[in-house]
């Protein structure tokens, strides 16, 4: 990758996780750890991957994105500001009752929200249903979808997964967000869904793994993606929890609480020295 370019995405996920944090903080409440844990993805799918126009949100032949993990929707909302589909003046309205910004993705309010998500597995489900629509209509887009690592203990994860390899939805790029935690600890230690990798590989995936920071990882990850035929491909990418906010990392107290005004100064201030160095 280019130095300007891959310049230019750490300077987004930087900006992501300054909107998420930004939007959490105003709203006292929302889901900063593993939203700051997929700013690298979202920097890359949207500002390199994916064929989407944020002046015409609903454009037929556009790529689709469902955030599965729906309740870290700061870092959604962060991208899609940065993108241009709204103004990033609205992320300090997260979680107000008259604000196109709601706790949890809405594809009624927000522009560039292609799906409604937050329980648990449906993300994933209607991400498939997009998938073969476009097998169906013969159309050239691609859906993408960010699972949680935790999210993957829903039944209906491992339905969709079926669903995807039966139909060969090798135009379906899923994505597992490994940061090992969830709401109660570990994952493994809460109900172990491991080893993706073998799992999904049985359920018919072609799966890559990555370091879900590494944008060099993450850019060989979607091109081989692109050559998968006949199956859907899975990406697992290990990320960390709370990644660029040092006192965040891998916490588990911050799968699910806004800073108060000191911390928050304290993050910014942290991922905007880091921003400096890039």
């Avoid at 500002?47 to 002046?55: I, L």
């Avoid at 994860?157 to 390899?165: D, I, K, L, Q, S």
């Amino acid at each position: 990758m280019e130095k300007n370019e891959l310049a230019m995405l750490k300077t987004k996920a930087a900006k992501i996780r300054l909107g998420a944090l930004e939007g959490v903080h105003a709203a006292n409440s929302g889901h900063p750890g593993g939203s700051l844990s997929i700013a690298e993805l979202l920097s890359y799918l949207y500002f390199k991957e994916m064929n989407v126009n944020p002046a015409d949100p609903k454009w037929a032949d556009r790529d689709r994105f469902v955030l599965s993990k729906g309740h870290t929707a700061p870092a959604l909302y962060a991208v899609l500001a940065e993108k241009g589909y709204f103004s990033p003046d609205h992320l300090k309205t997260l979680r107000q009752t008259d604000s196109i910004l709601q706790g949890h993705p809405d594809m009624k309010l927000t522009p560039g929200v292609d799906m409604t998500t937050g329980s648990l597995g449906l993300g994933i489900s209607t991400a498939c249903g997009m998938a073969l629509a476009g097998k169906i209509d013969k159309k050239d887009y691609r859906v993408y979808t960010i699972v949680g690592d935790g999210e993957s203990e829903e039944g209906q994860v491992w339905e969709a997964c079926m669903f995807a390899a039966h139909y060969k939805l090798d135009n379906l790029c899923v994505i597992v967000d490994w940061n090992g935690l969830q709401i109660d600890g570990p994952i493994t230690e809460v109900m172990n869904p491991t080893p993706h990798d073998k799992k999904l590989e049985a359920f018919g995936f072609h799966v890559i793994s990555i370091d879900a920071h590494d944008f060099d990882q993450i850019e060989k990850a979607f091109a081989e993606a692109k050559t998968v035929k006949g199956k859907p491909t899975a990406i697992i990418a290990r990320s960390v929890k709370g990644k660029g906010v040092s006192f965040m990392e891998n916490d588990v107290d911050w799968h699910g609480k806004g800073p108060n005004d000191e911390q928050y100064a304290a993050a910014v201030a942290e991922i905007e020295a880091a921003m400096k160095e890039i």
